[in-house]
């Protein structure tokens, strides 16, 4: 494999190594993995760096999450010992702060990726709406815009699996995802995350976020070359009309207020770095990935997941349908593993 790459791949510029001789590449790093928000795309950037430098993951015990919607606790992973750090937790968990301190040494990197509350709503309510007995009962062709036309007929905090139909993002960071945006609280848990987290990514602006990734993290552009996983079909995606859109955030307030706050540091970051330094990045990495998608994805893009020829690569679907996109792999690759 990494002979393949040799022979193909074109050697990084200068200005694609780590941006600092001087710095150490960060090995120590948390991981928030946030529902619907391209983290998985994230997580497996992350895998693909820990298992390059050999480092010590702290995964589930016996689950691919942290016994999720459960808060997390440190006895959720696999060989815990008390005392003992790992180097990079990354796995789905409603946060908690203190246990996960536990696992890491002090030096460690906090990080997380935020969506649009809007989008990521529309997403999860498609992708989780069988498993989320409340929606059972929505009648009509398209539940998402009967759900949205009377939220709170159609919802209960107390409810299974409710947490998915509104502010899922503060459910995720171990929040009360029933409060409404103009609740002091909100705020309040907002500049306590601040206080947690070194770097937010936004979905939106994915490439720029990597970018950004790379420079807190001293990596090299070849550490953040990424094919994009778990993307839906565009035909199952929902076009809501800006009333609908207004409704979806108003439902999902709290967030919203979460994603504009981080969404603002976020630019403040990008400022920091400079406009056209992370002009001429993104397109390193954009030409970087074309690059390696032409030589290790069948057909060069995502397809459905029937038309993948490998049964492997066919990526986890939601329950009765097939709307998650996956990549087949090149057959030389195939030879290579």
């Known amino acids: 494999m990494a002979g393949l790459l040799k022979n193909n791949v074109t050697t990084p510029s200068e200005s694609t190594k780590s941006q600092s001789e001087g710095c150490t590449p960060t090995v120590n790093i948390m991981f928030m993995k946030t529902h619907k928000t391209?983290?998985?795309?994230?997580?497996?950037?992350?895998?693909?760096?820990?298992?390059?430098h050999k480092l010590k993951f702290a995964f589930p015990d016996g689950r691919n999450d942290f016994f999720y919607p459960s808060p997390f606790l440190c006895s959720r992973v696999k060989g815990y010992r008390p005392g003992e750090c790992f180097n990079i937790v990354c796995n789905h968990m409603r946060f908690d702060h203190q246990e996960v301190a536990k696992l890491l040494p002090p030096d460690a990197v906090y990080i997380t990726i935020l969506r649009d509350p809007v989008d990521l709503f529309e997403s999860s309510f498609h992708y989780y709406h069988k498993a989320v007995p409340l929606t059972w009962r929505i009648d009509g062709e398209n539940k998402l815009v009967e759900f949205l036309s009377n939220p709170r007929t159609f919802y209960s905090p107390e409810a299974y699996n409710s947490f998915y139909l509104k502010n899922l993002l503060f459910f995720d960071f171990g929040l009360d995802n029933d409060v409404e945006a103009d609740d002091p609280r909100v705020m309040s848990h907002i500049h306590n995350l601040s206080k947690h987290f070194d770097l937010v990514l936004i979905a939106e602006y994915f490439e720029e976020s990597l970018i950004l990734l790379k420079d807190k993290l001293c990596w090299t552009m070849e550490d953040i070359i990424y094919f994009k996983l778990n993307a839906r079909k565009s035909s199952s995606v929902s076009q809501l009309t800006p009333e609908l859109r207004a409704k979806a955030l108003e439902w999902n307030g709290a967030d919203w207020r979460l994603y504009q706050h981080f969404n603002a540091t976020f630019w403040a970051r990008v400022e920091a770095?400079?406009?056209?330094r992370m002009k001429q990045e993104v397109n390193e990495l954009r030409r970087r990935n074309a690059e390696m998608k032409a030589i290790c994805i069948e057909g060069g893009s995502a397809v459905e997941a029937q038309k993948i020829q490998n049964r492997r690569f066919v990526p986890w679907q939601p329950v009765g349908e097939s709307s998650i996109l996956g990549c087949g792999v090149q057959e030389e690759w195939m030879m290579e593993v």
């Open 38 to 52: 391209a983290s998985s795309t994230i997580l497996n950037i992350l895998f693909r760096f820990g298992e390059k």
């Open 273 to 276: 770095y400079g406009r056209e």
